[in-house]
């Protein structure tokens, strides 16, 4: 069984930082792919950033030179720092997560940035 915990949503003004963590636990024999996905409300869950386990990542026109996607192989943990935050921003962000070549979800942390 595999786990996944998510960490770092918050209230931010705009113009505001945040960075959001998410750590997969349990189990397992690898960790593939990782990227971060955000649902507004009344709106569809769209992908926000990924990267690969080589580390290539792929971002959203939106966030764009705003946010970064890393990761740490060894701690199985996937980050997202995001600056310059816009009220557009404000979403739930979950985590995705391929390990041993079944996708994972996250709970989802909430991210409000106010205007």
């Known amino acids: 069984q595999v786990q996944l915990v998510e960490s770092g949503g918050g209230l931010v003004q705009a113009g505001g930082s945040l960075r959001l963590s998410c750590t997969a636990s349990g189990r397992f024999y690898r960790v593939n792919g990782m990227g971060w996905y955000r649902q507004a409300a009344g709106k569809q869950r769209e992908s926000v950033a990924t990267i690969s386990r080589g580390g290539i990542t792929n971002y959203a026109d939106s966030v764009k030179g705003r946010f970064t996607i890393s990761r740490d192989n060894a701690k199985n943990t996937v980050y997202l720092q995001m600056n310059s935050l816009k009220p557009e921003d404000t979403a739930v962000y979950y985590c995705?997560?391929?390990?041993?070549?079944?996708?994972?979800w996250g709970q989802g942390t909430q991210v409000t940035v106010s205007s």
């Open positions: 995705n997560v391929n390990v041993d070549f079944s996708d994972y």
